[in-house]
């Protein structure tokens, strides 16, 4: 009977109130855009519902899906390059022993903790420097930059769990440097990897200061084209592409969810 009680006044606790007000806070302007794009009228007063928004956003937004092409390009191609060098690099450190180790380590997490305007602001002095386009190659080498940090991080934490006793017994069935990194120590962080290959692509198509200073002319990506048109009122087509957005990333969350698990299982 006490029991009872005790879990009955439990659910009551400051600290889940504060649980549901963060939820709520959270997602109700998400339910509001979503539900909004579904409305047949431009304004905040709901008329009827209707699909013309979803219409207009996959056959009358031409500029809108170049913006979404040059972000998936870019997206994929720094995090592809900054998941083979933060990873390479986090194995180096971790397995050699080389003079300014740590002061590498520490400069490598720069990126991550600096605000992003004093890193876009960097990079178009640089590249105004050494006289380099502003384009798509500029934000990539941009978004490479700032990924690689996190990458870093991902893959040095499943080494810290790695057992390295693994290496000792490849070395003495024969095995050479080559061989023990791709047969043993990869697929071992394998699981880091993947992560860090993911928050790579999320924080690329997310990303809008750094791409506003080094991006140039045709090079536009979809969060600078979706400020160029809330500069102007917030149109009910960016509504359809925010749900259309949502439903794309709750399917990838979950299927890679499910796959690092299998992943890390396995490994």
């Given at each position: ?129 050494v006289k380099v386009r502003l384009g798509m190659f500029t934000i990539f080498a941009a978004h490479t930059t700032f990924n690689l940090p996190f990458v870093f991080m991902m893959v ?89 957005m949502i439903l794309g990333t709750m399917v990838i969350a979950f299927t890679f969810r499910r796959f690092l698990k299998t992943v890390a299982a396995s490994s």
């Amino acid at each position: 009977m006490n029991k009872h009680r005790y879990n009955k006044r439990s659910k009551f606790t400051f600290s889940n109130s504060m649980l549901y007000l963060t939820i709520i806070f959270l997602f109700v302007p998400l339910f509001v855009v979503v539900f909004f794009s579904f409305n047949n009228s431009k304004g905040m007063e709901w008329s009827h519902a209707s699909l013309i928004w979803y219409k207009k956003l996959v056959f009358e937004s031409p500029s809108l899906w170049t913006a979404f092409r040059n972000s998936l390009i870019i997206a994929l191609t720094s995090s592809i390059t900054a998941t083979f060098l933060g990873s390479l690099a986090a194995i180096g450190i971790k397995w050699y022993r080389f003079k300014g180790k740590n002061y590498i380590t520490t400069i490598s997490y720069l990126p991550m903790v600096l605000p992003e305007v004093i890193i876009g602001i960097s990079m178009l002095i640089f590249f105004s420097a050494v006289k380099v386009r502003l384009g798509m190659f500029t934000i990539f080498a941009a978004h490479t930059t700032f990924n690689l940090p996190f990458v870093f991080m991902m893959v040095s934490a499943r080494l810290d769990e790695f057992d390295y006793s693994t290496v000792e017994a490849a070395r003495d069935l024969g095995a050479n440097e080559a061989q023990t990194l791709r047969k043993v120590i990869i697929p071992t962080i394998i699981p880091g990897i993947l992560s860090g290959f993911l928050m790579c692509i999320t924080m690329s198509l997310e990303d809008f200061v750094i791409t506003f200073f080094v991006s140039g002319p045709g090079s536009g990506t979809l969060p600078l084209y979706v400020y160029s048109m809330i500069r102007y009122g917030v149109s009910p087509v960016i509504n359809a592409l925010t749900f259309v957005m949502i439903l794309g990333t709750m399917v990838i969350a979950f299927t890679f969810r499910r796959f690092l698990k299998t992943v890390a299982a396995s490994s």
